[in-house]
């Protein structure tokens, strides 16, 4: 018995030593990024007990510590002793590689996060964890450091009789994260996207870190059909009613919420077993087939395509469009290299059929929807042809070829687009340090003046006569939307290089917009990239010293000595820099740090952007409210 103990013991010990060594394997990154998926990790099994219809409730505190717990309502992680590990359960979920889900309770398992780990591996890079269950009137714990069990599980205290549940507090480990503080916003997005797609689940989200707290509840009994009201929430809607069905076939249960809006662009958010998959996957293709079919169907047998008409394409059905695609399955096989790109065939078939069924039956009850739908579609269909003309016409002409460079683009030498990359820089003064800084062979540069246009209230025509992004296409080389095409791209780095001002992350925001909406390949191959400037600098004894971030310069001001350093000069904008500086803090591609843009980074842009940009002054208003720190100097 006791030698079994010590078996899994050792097991144990060599899992979790693997997971502090290479921590990117298992949470992709130990950037700010890592450590906000550290509570997702935790979280995520909270909501597989809500899943399973035993959880209601779950609250997340962030620390004064930046620490983290979560507590739910659920029946508390068992207790009793493993059967072939020899040690309670509970341990085995917190000392065990991928342990996690591996208890009955069937059903669809989300058995882990993203990237599928789970318990073991937050429990491995935190400096330390404690778990409380709280099941039959006493409170059990159970402590870790490191991931070695420090205090065996025991009883520490009582509870109500009628009180079950898990509490995990875990404080991150700092010898393996270089970011070490939560953000509200970010963990306030993904938990508020978990309450819509689990509805009837209540979710809280608490900072501590601040008098007084500062607190969200995110509870939906209208679950993704209130996601879709939350989207178009800044957006024109075409009619009212927001299209709903929730249906089983073939093992897979599907749930869609769909609402058309007066706008151009679609916004189709897909989810399987709660995961965010943001590169689509079989169960997106199901659904713009089941579109596609359920609206030319309705069309031909209402009479409102004639035999004249071609059927509405894909595209054409998509424009406004605003959904949510939730589908629950029980073996999700995940494809690409972010795992999140859904493979299984099954879906496809099960969400083209429950759609284009149920779409159909919506639409013989509301023939006056049905027919704004139709008509948007046919306009569209119309608008794309025009579109078409315009696009041929401008290629005819040249001004889209790749032949022809924009006039402010100060190119590299290089032919190589591997080794090549571009800047895209805001304003005219730190576009002249940054073509004085560069590498002439490998760096091109882009300086762009003043503010994109907003793509998303615009047709595609009026986009292409605007000068920044006609400038931005020809520098690129690879096209846009149908004729995109990556093997075109001219530079394999596309850097965006804007002021650490409010004014610059505005414009960083249009740009992902622009490239998230126009050129998505580029982001989910990872080709689009920010530049971190930084934010101070500190002279002392004739060294010039930088910092990225107000924990940078604390650790600074440690490390060269408090005494006789003068107070930090704050950078307020890349044209405060000379060329050297510039160079040497964010463009050395030996010293710099660049922030890869991915999928998400992009979809979170493309939302804020419509928040700031939409027609609708409410929710405008609200949301500059919320972040009036920040946003003082943007016109409303
Ligand atoms: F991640 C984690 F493990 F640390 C964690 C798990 C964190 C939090 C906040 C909650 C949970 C959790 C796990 N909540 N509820 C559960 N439920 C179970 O582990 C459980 C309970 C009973 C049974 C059963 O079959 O009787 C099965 C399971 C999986």
């Not at 929730?246 to 679609?266: D, M, P, W």
């Not at 965010?276 to 030319?296: S, Y």
């Not at 041929?392 to 022809?404: D, I, Q």
């Not at 939307?481 to 249009?510: P, Q, W």
Request: hydrophobic fraction near 35%; aromatic fraction near 8%.
């Amino acid at each position: 018995m006791s030698n079994e103990y010590n078996e899994s013991q050792i097991q144990v010990l060599e899992g979790l030593e693997a997971v502090r060594k290479r921590p990117g394997m298992y949470i992709g990154t130990t950037s700010a990024k890592g450590l906000h998926h550290l509570v997702y990790e935790i979280v995520d099994n909270a909501v597989d007990e809500a899943l399973a219809g035993f959880c209601t409730e779950i609250v997340i505190t962030i620390h004064e510590d930046n620490s983290v717990s979560v507590i739910d309502n659920g029946r508390g992680i068992p207790i009793g002793i493993h059967p072939t590990k020899g040690i309670p359960a509970v341990e085995v979920v917190f000392t065990m590689l991928h342990a996690g889900g591996k208890f009955g309770g069937g059903g669809y398992k989300v058995s882990g996060g993203l990237h599928g780990v789970g318990a073991s591996v937050v429990n491995a890079l935190s400096k330390r964890l404690v778990v409380n269950i709280y099941s039959e009137g006493k409170v059990h714990e159970q402590i870790y450091e490191r991931g070695d069990t420090v205090q065996p599980l025991s009883a520490v205290g009582d509870c109500p009789a009628s009180q079950t549940g898990t509490l995990v507090h875990f404080w991150p480990d700092s010898e393996i994260f270089e970011e070490m503080e939560y953000s509200f916003d970010t963990l306030k997005q993904r938990l508020q996207e978990m309450a819509f797609i689990t509805k009837g689940l209540k979710i809280t989200l608490r900072d501590t870190r601040q008098e007084p707290a500062k607190e969200r509840t995110y509870h939906y009994e209208g679950g993704i059909k209130q996601f879709v009201e939350h989207i178009n929430k800044n957006r024109n809607p075409l009619f009212k009613q927001i299209f709903y069905v929730e249906a089983e076939k073939e093992g897979v249960l599907v749930e869609i919420a769909l609402q058309y809006t007066e706008e151009f662009f679609e916004s189709t958010f897909t989810f399987v077993n709660t995961i965010n998959t943001a590169e689509g996957g079989t169960h997106l293709a199901g659904f713009r087939a089941g579109l596609t079919k359920g609206i030319n169907d309705y069309a031909k047998k209402a009479g409102l395509l004639k035999d004249s008409d071609k059927n509405l394409s894909g595209d054409d059905v998509r424009e406004g469009l605003a959904a949510v695609v939730s589908i629950k399955i029980s073996d999700p096989q995940f494809e690409s290299q972010t795992k999140i790109k859904l493979g299984n065939s099954e879906a496809r078939y099960a969400v083209e059929s429950v759609l284009s069924e149920h779409l159909g039956y919506f639409l013989e009850e509301n023939p006056s929807i049905a027919k704004s739908i139709v008509e948007k579609s046919l306009t569209a269909s119309r608008a794309r042809e025009a579109a078409r003309r315009a696009r041929e016409l401008v290629r005819r002409k040249g001004v889209l070829e790749s032949a022809r460079l924009p006039g402010k683009l100060t190119d590299c030498s290089d032919r190589n687009p591997a080794n090549c990359e571009i800047f895209i820089v805001e304003g005219n003064s730190a576009g002249g340090s940054a073509i004085n800084a560069r590498l002439p062979r490998t760096q091109a540069i882009l300086p762009l003046r003043g503010k994109i246009m907003n793509v998303e209230k615009s047709r595609l025509d009026k986009i292409l006569s605007n000068e920044e992004i006609k400038s931005m296409i020809l520098a690129f080389g690879t096209g846009i939307h149908e004729d995109f095409d990556i093997s075109k791209l001219r530079y394999h780095k596309i850097i965006i290089m804007t002021d650490a001002d409010v004014d610059g992350s505005h414009i960083r925001t249009l740009l992902l917009t622009f490239l998230y909406r126009f050129m998505t390949p580029l982001i989910e191959s990872g080709n689009i990239y920010i530049a971190q400037p930084p934010l101070y600098k500190v002279d002392k004894n004739k060294k010039t010293y930088y910092a990225y971030s107000e924990r940078e310069l604390e650790r600074l001001y440690e490390e060269i000595g408090r005494e006789g350093t003068p107070p930090p000069e704050r950078y307020k904008g890349l044209g405060e820099m000379d060329a050297e500086q510039l160079w040497d803090t964010t463009m050395d591609p030996e010293k710099r740090t660049l922030l890869r843009v991915d999928i998400e980074d992009a979809r979170a842009a493309d939302e804020i952007f419509n928040q700031l940009m939409g027609d609708r002054v409410e929710p405008r208003r609200e949301f500059i409210n919320e972040h009036a720190e920040y946003a003082v100097n943007i016109d409303v």
